[in-house]
């Protein structure tokens, strides 16, 4: 199983554990390469969500004096994750995520509770769970321009609260052609796409973002990936590794990406 892990988040956003409990947890997993990617600013959606310009510096500070600790034992990266809509914040690395939509003038977050979705998509889009695909794959598609990621996080999060296709069809082309027009226009940029297990640990989804039939596309794209946990408490560090690697192995994908203590990725067997 690999022993990497690079999208997680802390007390210093919406995480459980505080950032020496989630590095402590994950040397104690036996993981050599770990990273912390806590929420930029998302108060533009959500008041008083994710890290302040203050907050971020103070985030920083403490994952510095973190990474001198374990320096030798565990290589500790420090990371980011922005919203496509939101501020642009810096860090050693990016994750470029889509978290929400803007439809007339209103923010409408994508995985926030399914009850809030729904009404959304009732109200903003007149109950078309597809017009609301194509609104939220057209954003998507912006997310290294908006950014300048180092990678694309949880790709098809729109999907958090569609376990059995309860509100739209994944395999519909009303679903797949704007997914994939996002895909290709970001692959094109060279980034890479995380498989993450974090809907897993949570107990909404019972297999990674992004979905089977996202993922052979983007491999017959010459696409490339990591897996990550988007672990939020220390305890789901690395959650479903082997599940995903069996996914990415399934669906044509050979290597995974990781990232270098000197800046970059590297890759290694799956």
């Known amino acids: 199983m690999l022993r990497a892990d690079f999208h997680t988040h802390t007390s210093f956003c919406d995480g459980k554990n505080t950032p020496r409990e989630m590095v402590r947890a994950a040397w104690e997993k036996g993981f050599t390469d770990f990273g ?8 533009f959606c959500d008041p008083g969500f994710g890290m302040s310009d203050a907050v971020l510096e103070r985030y920083k500070q403490e994952l510095f004096k973190l990474r001198e600790e374990y320096r030798g034992r565990m290589n500790l990266y420090i990371g980011i994750e922005l919203d496509c809509l939101g501020p642009v914040q810096s860090a050693e690395y990016v994750i470029g995520s889509t978290h929400c939509v803007c439809k007339n003038e209103e923010y409408v977050s994508v995985d926030d509770t399914e009850e809030r979705l729904t009404e959304a998509v009732a109200r903003l889009w007149d109950g078309d769970w597809y017009a609301f695909v194509r609104d939220y794959f057209e954003t998507e598609a912006t997310v290294y321009e908006r950014t300048k990621c180092d ?5 098809d ?13 994944e395999t519909r082309d009303a679903y797949l052609e704007p997914a994939l027009a996002a895909m290709r226009r970001l692959n094109g940029e060279g980034l890479p796409f995380e498989i993450n297990t974090g809907a897993m640990s949570r107990g909404y989804r019972t297999q990674p973002y992004p979905g089977p039939a996202l993922l ?3 491999h017959a794209m ?3 990936i990591l897996i990550n946990s988007d ?9 479903a590794f082997r599940e995903a690697e069996r996914l990415a192995w ?20 799956l």
Do not use: M
């Open 36 to 43: 912390i990617s806590g929420h930029a600013d998302y108060s």
């Open 151 to 155: 990678w694309v996080g949880h790709f």
């Open 157 to 169: 999060l729109l999907t958090k609260f569609n376990e059995g296709f309860r509100h739209f069809d």
């Open 216 to 218: 052979k596309e983007l």
């Open 222 to 224: 010459g696409g490339r």
């Open 231 to 239: 672990s939020h408490q220390a305890d789901t560090i690395g959650y």
């Open 250 to 269: 399934e669906c044509g994908f050979r290597r995974v990406c990781l990232l270098s203590p000197g800046g970059g990725f590297r890759e290694a067997d």
